[in-house]
């Protein structure tokens, strides 16, 4: 039995132009986050086989891959809902994300500082990975990471609320080669109140995570 499934797009595959083609966001949810959802279940089953057989030097490097795959299904669950058509600009008060809005500013110094370090950070992975606005409970604050292929370098218990998608089946098809020119356009597309709404959740949860 399943464990994970895939989420249904929250519009149809035209949502996004011409932002992100028709045939990119049928491509990249239909066959490659289908693929991490499977991925993630089927691991579930191996890892279950490999318990009951006692097989536990097949366990560290399931663990791995069911580390990838369910990674990427996250990922890749947020990325669908962070954009709509008509998204984009910056967050603002009168949108009704103002606790977003001063967030921001508190962390970066301004809207700009912050857009310009995410743009980068997604911009300059290297090979696959993806760039991340998360909100870091420790601190309180809002950080930017650079994530290698579905993992890492997020930190501990850091919540991602927007993630830009840097692995090259998100925009190859229409973009070809020029990353950066998709990441700048993704800025049009950014579903502020769903950000705000990630956001909000993610400091309703700091207490329980830092609960003695």
Do not use: C
């Amino acid at each position: 039995m399943s464990v994970y499934t895939l989420p249904e797009l929250p519009y149809d595959y035209a949502a996004l132009e011409p932002v992100i083609s028709p045939a990119i966001i049928e491509l990249h949810h239909d066959k490659h986050h289908a693929a991490y959802v499977k991925g993630a279940n089927d691991t579930l089953e191996q890892l279950a086989e490999a318990r009951d057989k006692d097989r536990w030097g097949a366990v560290t490097g399931l663990e791995k891959s069911l580390a990838f795959n369910l990674s990427g299904h996250i990922l890749h669950s947020i990325y669908w809902h962070n954009m709509t058509g008509d998204g984009g600009g910056e967050p603002l008060a009168a949108d009704g994300v103002g606790d977003l809005a001063d967030a921001i500013r508190e962390s970066f110094g301004s809207f700009a500082g912050f857009k310009a370090q995410l743009t980068k950070a997604a911009a300059t992975t290297q090979g696959s990975g993806w760039g991340v606005l998360a909100y870091e409970p420790l601190s309180g604050r809002l950080i930017v990471a650079q994530i290698y292929d579905h993992q890492g370098n997020v930190g501990q218990g850091s919540t991602p609320v927007l993630v830009f998608d840097a692995w090259e089946h998100a925009f190859y098809l229409q973009y070809k080669n020029q990353k950066v020119d998709f990441i700048e356009a993704m800025w049009r597309v950014v579903n502020w109140q769903d950000v705000a709404r990630r956001y909000a959740a993610a400091k309703a949860r700091e207490n329980v995570l830092l609960a003695p």
